[in-house]
């Protein structure tokens, strides 16, 4: 077991769960990784062998067929997988974020009608906030619903959709005026939709189009799509809680899950880094002994280690207070920060370490090189996060002049 990125006081539960998931990391990920990520090809034999873990249902309460495990068993759960291939975890990341906003903001029928089918993988989620003109200014949002009868009519453009294609589940957030009058602000005229979908793409249901996967410089292997409404008809009872107007709420509770998330897909990518650098830095001899004998190597390697366990703390502490059922945008923002911005600086010094051989396709330390730049950008960028941590503090350290 690697000395680094211990959590303390888990239960025997946890560690075997974290157990069963490294052993499967090990043997069925991090073995073809490189080679799926090269082909973008989507990992199908991964993702089954998720669902016979039950992983798509690790969150999702018992009583609906999951395993009812804390947001801190996940987000160790996606270090682990992240360690092994970050794509991985984006298909599960969404998948969560959607079955925590039913599990959370749901009425029962939507809660009963889902989870379950969620926790066996059979309903995929993806959730969709962002449009191609506003990135991070989520109360900028033009796509609508209008009310026509017992159902809602959608139409707009949506964007950055992980797992948009392979989804069957896409939790959309659009803006709804119906019943709140002029001047309200944007974001309490916000709604979240439930749509459900045939995986694919193309027109995948009368009215919502697909268009294909964009292209990126790494996170292959996950499909990221556009989603287009026109004239998408959506039932009333498909509102996510029934009412209108909370779905930006809805969303920023999902988001909180998510930012857990990306720190922790930070944690396992920058694990993986250092574990890339410090073996081959032992293996390499330059001047007559393994580069990890020189100073400057071995000052890198301190360096890489100190960030992998700071960034694990802040992550599991974010994890073990939103557990706590306490407000934690402040820790997940800063552990979101922290975990991406360490996370690209030990994927470089490992790249750095590799010397030419880093910049070799042959080598993972490529792929990961190419990875780690997305985690700055997932579920808002640092200065977004800047701005949430800025303003929380604000909050709890106003000045009683």
């Given at each position: ?8 006081g ?6 075997e ?19 799926l990520?090269?082909?973008d ?8 062998g ?15 067929g999951?395993?009812?495990?804390s ?13 092994g291939?970050?794509s991985?975890s ?33 309903i995929?989620?993806a959730?969709s ?5 506003l ?19 959608l ?5 950055w959709l ?56 790494g ?18 009872d ?53 580069i ?26 974010a994890?073990?207070k ?59 960028t640092?200065?977004i996060q800047?701005?949430?941590?800025g ?11």
């Amino acid at each position: 077991m690697a000395r680094l990125a211990q959590t303390a006081g888990l239960t025997d539960i946890q560690r075997e769960i974290l157990s069963t998931v490294r052993d499967f990391v090990d043997k069925e990920i991090i073995p073809v990784a490189t080679e799926l990520e090269h082909r973008d090809e989507y990992p199908q034999a991964i993702v089954d062998g998720l669902k016979e873990l039950g992983l798509f249902g690790l969150m999702i309460p018992e009583e609906y067929g999951g395993l009812g495990e804390s947001l801190l068993t996940y987000a160790l759960c996606v270090e682990e997988i992240a360690r092994g291939w970050m794509s991985v975890s984006g298909i599960i990341n969404t998948h969560f974020i959607v079955a925590y906003m039913l599990k959370q903001h749901g009425t029962e029928e939507q809660k009963s009608y889902y989870l379950p089918k969620m926790a066996l993988g059979d309903i995929r989620g993806a959730f969709s906030m962002s449009e191609p003109a506003l990135g991070s200014d989520v109360s900028a949002i033009t796509s609508k619903a209008v009310k026509d009868g017992e159902e809602y009519v959608l139409n707009g453009q949506k964007m950055w959709l992980t797992n948009g294609g392979t989804s069957s589940l896409v939790a959309v957030l659009v803006r709804s005026d119906e019943g709140h009058p002029e001047g309200t602000a944007p974001h309490k005229s916000m709604t979240t939709f439930l749509v459900e979908k045939e995986p694919g793409f193309g027109e995948v249901r009368p009215g919502l189009t697909i268009p294909g996967k964009i292209d990126k410089m790494g996170y292959k292997g996950v499909d990221t799509t556009e989603l287009i409404m026109d004239g998408l008809r959506i039932p009333a009872d498909r509102v996510l809680g029934g009412v209108t107007g909370r779905g930006f709420y809805q969303m920023m509770d999902g988001v909180e899950v998510g930012r857990v998330n990306v720190a922790a897909r930070g944690c396992g990518v920058a694990q993986r880094a250092f574990e890339l650098g410090v073996q081959y830095a032992q293996q390499r001899h330059t001047f007559g002994k393994p580069i990890a004998q020189h100073q400057a190597i071995q000052f890198k390697l301190a360096e890489m280690a100190t960030k992998v366990e700071a960034a694990h703390a802040m992550m599991v502490n974010a994890a073990r207070k939103k557990d706590s059922g306490e407000r934690n945008d402040l820790e997940a923002g800063m552990a979101k920060y922290l975990a991406s911005e360490y996370c690209k600086e030990v994927v470089e010094d490992a790249f750095r370490i590799h010397g030419g051989y880093g910049f070799s396709k042959e080598y993972e330390i490529e792929r990961l090189y190419r990875e780690a730049p997305m985690l700055l950008i997932g579920e808002g960028t640092a200065e977004i996060q800047k701005m949430i941590i800025g303003r929380r503090l604000l909050e709890e350290y106003r000045f009683q002049g």
